[in-house]
């Protein structure tokens, strides 16, 4: 066949197929990998979470109130273990509500520590976490170190 001929239309892009092939063959792999846990039933506890973005000066928190911290997806207490390489490393030691491993990792929060902003972990020092269904830790106080006015807080809203 002469290529002076060959219309670009009528001409095959197989890199370009191939490509396609495997990016549908993946969708369908997390397809699969998500909808067999909801199938069998299985659940899978939370092993790593989130912060939330950065809110700054201009972040407005409500007041933190029993109900709120109900309403979060999954809410425990652990100790800070160890922070390397920007990771905390939280050990679990009282679930209250949701499914969570022995053991979860964040990122390490950096700023001012303002309320809003991502939390800012001490090694040593014990924390309340609530953490909504997406794994994204709840700030503005519903989550922070475990002293006496949040663990009243965390009390009320769990007996």
Do not use: H, K
């Amino acid at each position: 066949m002469n290529p002076q001929n060959t219309s670009p239309r009528s001409r095959v892009n197989r890199p370009g197929l191939l490509l396609g092939a495997i990016g549908a063959g993946a969708a369908a792999i997390a397809a699969v990998a998500l909808a067999v846990p909801a199938i069998v039933g299985t659940s899978v506890a939370a092993t790593a979470l989130t912060q939330p973005g950065a809110g700054g000066p201009a972040a407005m928190c409500a007041q933190v109130t029993p109900e709120a911290v109900a309403a979060a997806g999954t809410s425990f207490r652990a100790d800070v273990r160890s922070i390397a390489d920007g990771t905390v490393t939280l050990a679990v030691d009282e679930r209250f509500d949701g499914e969570v491993g022995d053991t979860v990792t964040v990122t390490q929060g950096v700023g001012a520590g303002i309320d809003g902003e991502p939390i800012v972990f001490v090694e040593g020092e014990t924390y309340l976490i609530s953490a909504s269904t997406d794994g994204v830790i709840i700030t503005c106080g519903v989550s922070g170190v475990a002293d006496a006015g949040l663990t009243a807080v965390y009390d009320a809203a769990f007996g």
